[in-house]
């Protein structure tokens, strides 16, 4: 599933090659992947027509086009294989195109929406005052927002009584962190994923945010993680952060700070990884 920054990336190029264009068309063919919009593929696309896109906007792990002057805009869930391409219209069509957006300009590129295992689709909404689609004005702000605020966070922790990643991965409070940089981010921190939310201090809250936003950063900065070729950004290019990963997917591997073996356990029908000597299991009270 991608995490905030393969969304982010991908919100990076809608923003250069879709933001700011007029929808001359857009044709639904697989009805599942609007299956949100109860009055079907065509009035989807008769709602898009001749509306402008403006600037892709994300939240989290969560995307959206606003459709200028209307109030209302495209919100896009990749599920666990969706893929937003802008392609030639000369191309061909990919076995797995779901929605194909054209626009009302010479440039010769559409929008394509693309999703093999149909788990993700484009859905339209009423904005709020903020400009966020109504379905996910209960979304927490994520770590890279500037408004994003720290102390709200810590006292959240505190309040909440459960376990630090269960708590990362609480989308209402904080937004954009899945499983890959929350074992990512505790690494960085030394801290195992059962540790007590109650036993944060402000300072290791803190410190744990600081490596949120690093490991984020980070993959940022190389497009992301693709594990396979389901993950790709507009242009079709796959992310190589799985490179760098320091704990998620390296069971047996030696921790890069202290040689011990990377371990993985189950864990609510995912798996954390971590280090047994780095990120110590919390005591188990008597």
């Given at each position: 599933?991608?995490?905030l920054?393969?969304?982010?990336?991908v919100?990076r190029g809608?923003?250069?090659?879709?933001?700011?264009r007029?929808?001359?068309?857009?044709?639904?063919l697989h009805?599942?992947?609007?299956r949100r919009?109860?009055a079907?593929g065509e009035?989807?696309?008769?709602r898009?027509?001749?509306?402008?896109i403006?600037v892709?906007?994300?939240?989290?792990?969560?995307?959206?086009?606003?459709?200028?002057?209307?109030?209302?805009a495209?919100l896009?869930h990749?599920?666990?294989?969706?893929q937003?391409?802008?392609?030639?219209?000369d191309a061909?069509?990919?076995?797995?195109?779901?929605v194909?957006?054209?626009?009302?300009?010479?440039?010769s590129?559409e929008l394509?929406?693309?999703?093999?295992?149909?788990?993700g689709?484009?859905?339209?909404h009423?904005?709020?005052?903020?400009g966020?689609?109504?379905v996910i004005?209960?979304i927490?702000?994520?770590?890279l927002d500037?408004?994003?605020?720290?102390?709200?966070?810590?006292?959240a922790?505190?309040?909440?009584?459960?376990t630090?990643k269960?708590?990362l991965l609480d989308?209402?409070?904080?937004?954009?962190v899945?499983?890959i940089y929350?074992d990512?981010?505790l690494w960085?921190a030394r801290?195992?994923?059962?540790?007590?939310?109650a036993?944060?201090t402000?300072?290791?809250?803190a410190?744990?945010l600081?490596?949120?936003?690093d490991?984020m950063n980070?993959?940022?900065?190389?497009?992301?993680?693709?594990?396979d070729?389901?993950?790709?950004?507009v242009?079709?290019?796959?992310?190589?952060?799985?490179r760098?990963?320091?704990?998620?997917g390296?069971?047996?591997?030696?921790c890069?700070?202290?040689?011990?073996?990377?371990?993985?356990?189950?864990?609510?029908?995912?798996?954390?990884y971590?280090?047994p000597?780095?990120q110590r299991?919390?005591?188990?009270?008597?």
């Amino acid at each position: 599933m991608p995490e905030l920054p393969e969304v982010e990336v991908v919100r990076r190029g809608l923003e250069r090659w879709v933001s700011g264009r007029v929808v001359a068309d857009a044709q639904v063919l697989h009805p599942r992947a609007v299956r949100r919009h109860l009055a079907g593929g065509e009035d989807f696309g008769a709602r898009l027509k001749g509306h402008r896109i403006g600037v892709a906007r994300r939240r989290g792990k969560y995307l959206w086009l606003p459709l200028a002057d209307s109030g209302q805009a495209v919100l896009a869930h990749l599920g666990m294989s969706g893929q937003l391409l802008v392609q030639p219209h000369d191309a061909p069509d990919e076995k797995h195109l779901r929605v194909r957006v054209r626009f009302d300009d010479v440039q010769s590129t559409e929008l394509r929406f693309v999703d093999q295992r149909t788990f993700g689709g484009l859905s339209l909404h009423d904005t709020t005052p903020d400009g966020l689609p109504d379905v996910i004005a209960h979304i927490a702000r994520d770590p890279l927002d500037d408004a994003f605020d720290d102390e709200a966070f810590h006292l959240a922790l505190r309040r909440r009584r459960t376990t630090i990643k269960r708590a990362l991965l609480d989308q209402s409070l904080i937004s954009g962190v899945g499983n890959i940089y929350a074992d990512e981010a505790l690494w960085r921190a030394r801290l195992h994923y059962e540790r007590p939310t109650a036993t944060f201090t402000r300072p290791r809250t803190a410190e744990l945010l600081g490596h949120v936003r690093d490991v984020m950063n980070a993959a940022l900065a190389v497009g992301g993680t693709s594990f396979d070729s389901l993950y790709v950004n507009v242009n079709g290019e796959s992310g190589y952060f799985d490179r760098s990963l320091d704990a998620y997917g390296r069971e047996g591997e030696p921790c890069r700070r202290c040689g011990a073996a990377i371990r993985r356990r189950p864990w609510m029908n995912r798996s954390s990884y971590f280090c047994p000597v780095c990120q110590r299991a919390p005591r188990v009270a008597s």
